[in-house]
């Protein structure tokens, strides 16, 4: 929520014609009425946002949901932008399902599923959110620039492992910047855990989202879509992209089906680069011979 919702909110209350004067008077909202507008607006925001995740969520993944309500404003004390969270909740999708909101008082609604906010919203008074999406992390270090490097002779199957991760960060941070989101590459380890972190605000497909990249030669195993799944669950993440330079056999596909799991193979990973831009190539065959006279 910014501070345009406000602004955007109408003052206008009632156009009469004055037959006497031939012309029309105007009369505006009052304080009051402005006020209580624009916090009904906030709930019914907050309460459409829940609604639209459960309703998406035909394949039963999400079992709850964390909605913080942030606004940037002026601060009148300081003239300076402030960005304070005005309303938080959480709710469970039963719990939230059992509701009919088309008879709803959304304040009400919103104080009986236990919410969080000031009794006047439009005084943006901040509160701590029920839960945050911490983009501290001990593991997240420097990234290098790699696409640029990038051309049609670059075989991506046969890129020094640690280049290849940089690049999908590199590419991830592309992808999803045009949202506001930003890409984080974590310590490199070859342990099979999480090689990148993607944080996206948007309220619908936003959350974080943990990022795999397989430089395979080979066919990527079920295991490793396992594991993925099991990262997912263990970072608390929203869902989970898994990246290789070959592809993934039927099992692969079969695990991941009706998980938060995108599981993105060397073809995909071409049209991708293309997408923002970049051109490269996969060559398996070649890849397995260069691969085989360095080690």
């Not at 397989?214 to 594991?227: E, I, M, P």
Request: proline share 2%; hydrophobic share 40%; net charge neutral.
């Amino acid at each position: 929520m910014r501070g345009q919702t406000r602004r955007v909110l109408p003052r206008l209350k009632e156009v009469k014609y004055v037959k006497s004067k031939d012309d029309f008077t105007e009369s505006f909202l009052s304080e009051n009425e402005s006020n209580k507008l624009y916090d009904d607006a906030l709930y019914q925001i907050c309460l459409r946002a829940l609604h639209e995740l459960f309703d998406a969520d035909a394949v039963n993944a999400i079992a709850a949901v964390s909605f913080n309500g942030w606004v940037n404003s002026v601060d009148k004390a300081t003239g300076k932008e402030a960005n304070a969270c005005v309303l938080s909740i959480q709710v469970k999708k039963d719990e939230f399902q059992a509701i009919n909101l088309q008879n709803v008082e959304p304040k009400t609604c919103f104080k009986a599923l236990k919410g969080i906010g000031s009794s006047k919203l439009h005084s943006l008074t901040p509160v701590a959110p029920v839960l945050t999406i911490s983009r501290e992390d001990k593991r997240f270090v420097a990234s290098h620039e790699v696409v640029s490097q990038l051309n049609e002779g670059v075989n991506l199957a046969a890129m020094d492992w640690e280049e290849f991760e940089h690049l999908i960060r590199q590419l991830f941070e592309q992808e999803f910047k045009q949202a506001g989101g930003e890409v984080k590459i974590t310590q490199a380890s070859r342990d099979g855990g999480v090689d990148a972190v993607a944080f996206d605000p948007d309220v619908i497909r936003g959350g974080k989202t943990v990022i795999q990249a397989k430089r395979y030669t080979n066919t990527v195993g079920v295991s490793a879509v396992r594991d993925l799944y099991g990262t997912v669950l263990n970072e608390g993440a929203s869902k989970g992209i898994l990246v290789t330079t070959s592809d993934y056999g039927p099992d692969s596909y079969e695990f991941a089906k009706g998980k938060p799991l995108v599981l993105l193979n060397g073809a995909n990973l071409l049209n991708l680069l293309e997408k923002h831009g970049h051109k490269a190539k996969i060559n398996l065959k070649e890849a397995k011979t260069i691969l085989a006279e360095q080690y």
